[in-house]
């Protein structure tokens, strides 16, 4: 198991010590180390029970990689590689078919059914079932559910858990992990976000600053 010595979001959104996201981020100090905390106890946990590290990482890789965030997969793989790198091609080849645009389902609520949309309603083929093994093959199942189609997640979506051997507790920690997650990839793609057009506010400054230096030195 590793050890991470960073701040995980920020490692994601690529913010150093000395970068002034890290400061806006200290003003919410509790939040920060509470994102800390849950990604401790939900893909670091000193005993991991009967939802082993190497499920753990695979469910993240291929929730990073249905988000398209490359800097989340390339940190879950690299976590997933050290504890099971048989795993890291089937994962993202899965996660490739998989992709899709979301989120959308069904609603019940006759209010609501003109909201209602439909999209890729995934599940393993036969090659990658058999590759991932039956307990992550409904993991996978039942996340892209939550990931896409979070309207359906209900009580009966999860019977395909409980017959691929779930407990209900780790049914509770693997829906914890993937909600963990999409918050997780969110906040740091929204810090990428910000950086990115905090770099292009200074820039235009600096160039409309020399511009306007050039002007007033002709002048």
């Known amino acids: 198991m590793s050890a991470p010595a960073a701040d995980i979001i920020d490692l994601l959104a690529g913010i150093g010590p000395a970068d002034p996201l890290a400061a806006v981020r200290d003003q919410r100090a509790q939040a920060r180390a509470n994102a800390q905390r849950s990604f401790e106890a939900l893909l670091e946990p000193t005993a991991p029970g009967t939802f082993p590290l190497a499920e753990r990482y695979a469910v993240a890789l291929f929730v990073a990689r249905l988000h398209g965030f490359d800097a989340a997969e390339a940190f879950y793989g690299d976590l997933l590689g050290d504890e099971a790198p048989e795993l890291e091609a089937v994962v993202a080849d899965a996660a490739t078919v998989a992709a899709a645009t979301g989120p959308f389902g069904g609603y019940r609520e006759p209010?609501?059914?003109?909201?209602?949309?439909?999209?890729?309603?995934?599940?393993?083929?036969?090659?990658?079932?058999?590759?991932?093994?039956?307990?992550?093959?409904?993991?996978?199942?039942?996340?892209?559910?939550?990931?896409?189609?979070?309207?359906?997640?209900?009580?009966?979506?999860?019977?395909?858990?409980?017959?691929?051997?779930?407990s209900a507790d780790d049914i509770v920690s693997l829906s914890q992990l993937v909600a963990f997650l999409t918050f997780q990839l969110r906040v740091a793609w929204g810090l990428r976000v910000l950086a990115a057009a905090s770099a292009t506010a200074a820039a235009a400054a600096s160039t409309a600053a020399a511009v306007s230096a050039a002007v007033t030195e002709g002048a």
Do not use: I
């Open 111 to 166: 209010n609501l059914r003109s909201e209602s949309a439909e999209g890729l309603r995934w599940s393993p083929d036969t090659a990658t079932a058999q590759a991932l093994g039956e307990r992550l093959s409904a993991a996978f199942a039942h996340t892209h559910l939550l990931v896409f189609r979070p309207r359906e997640a209900r009580a009966e979506a999860l019977q395909a858990l409980v017959d691929a051997g779930w």
